[in-house]
């Protein structure tokens, strides 16, 4: 049997951009100065592709020009189609293993508390490759995402494809500042206000039970919608949290906040997630090393 090959009878990409401007600003002036082109330009783009369907895009008069309901119509998919073209290309190019950006996925408390201080160090270190930091925890389909990388706590199932480098291991316990431990509680968790975090809910449960702790209770409580609000409260004098290493680990080095119980092993681990070896991809190696560098410089307090 005969393949039919049946051809696209598409006017040029150059001319659906000039169009979907000047639709977009009603004017081909407009659109000429947005685009760096003559009127004349324009108008002969749009001729184009009125020739090439066979019906008018504009209605012209005055010397204006208003879309009429082809037009509209077809500004509509040009629009969508540019757009998701756009964002393809952007996607390959960042991408590529010599693309200048690296799109890293992060849980948010760890981003804040951890990440995010030492992204000026990664800068100074290698000003060519750029991190694109997205916020964000739990289960990740990195492809559809559009994420190089992710930094995971493992509370949830990893896919069997995707590549594990392990971080760091989870330690946890109270944590508050000096001056609430001994003024406030009086060095006593019956007699303290005990953070939670709505996203950890049962961290004081699981800590009791690590540390043989059980027969303890609050004097009161309060709930916070994140981890960070939360280890934030602490730090603000409000009552004392269950922190977690690395997120507290800077604040532990420099006393902003103490562990009087010390920490206790979660069970659980931060990993770093990717899709390609990061043998293959230089940029993913380089950010890799670069983790675990700064995690062999964190000081562990347990």
């Not at 408390?109 to 739990?138: C, V």
């Not at 069970?267 to 899709?275: A, K, N, P, R």
Request: net charge neutral; with cysteine; proline share 5%.
């Amino acid at each position: 049997m005969r393949k039919i090959h049946t051809k696209r009878r598409l006017p040029p990409l150059g001319a659906l951009t000039a169009f979907e401007v000047a639709a977009r600003h009603q004017s081909f002036s407009r659109a000429a100065e947005e685009l760096h082109m003559t009127h004349g330009a324009i108008s002969r783009a749009v001729a184009q592709i009125e020739e090439r369907i066979g019906v008018n895009l504009f209605i012209r008069r005055n010397r204006r020009v208003y879309l009429n309901a082809a037009g509209q119509r077809l500004l509509k998919t040009t629009t969508e189609t540019l757009d998701a073209l756009s964002n393809t290309v952007e996607e390959i190019h960042r991408h590529d293993k010599t693309s200048p950006f690296l799109t890293v996925s992060c849980e948010p408390s760890l981003a804040m508390r951890w990440l995010m201080p030492r992204l000026g160090d990664f800068r100074e270190q290698y000003p060519e490759l750029n991190i694109d930091l997205k916020m964000a925890g739990g289960a990740i389909n990195l492809l559809s995402e559009s994420c190089d990388i992710a930094i995971r706590r493992t509370d949830f199932g990893i896919p069997d494809d995707y590549r594990v480098t392990q971080f760091c291991s989870e330690l946890a316990g109270p944590v508050c500042t000096q001056e609430y431990w001994h003024k406030h509680s009086q060095q006593d968790l019956n007699k303290a206000h005990w953070l939670h975090s709505r996203t950890r809910p049962e961290a004081w449960e699981e800590w009791k039970n690590t540390a043989n702790f059980e027969n303890v209770k609050p004097k009161n409580e309060q709930y916070f919608d994140h981890f960070f609000y939360a280890l934030q409260a602490a730090q603000d004098n409000l009552g004392i949290a269950i922190g977690s290493t690395p997120l507290v680990s800077d604040d532990l080095e420099k006393q902003r906040l103490i562990t009087p119980f010390g920490m206790q092993p979660t069970g659980y681990d931060y990993v770093i997630l990717s899709l390609n070896d990061s043998n293959q991809d230089p940029r993913i190696q380089t950010f890799c090393d670069w983790l675990i560098q700064q995690k062999s410089e964190m000081q562990v307090i347990k």
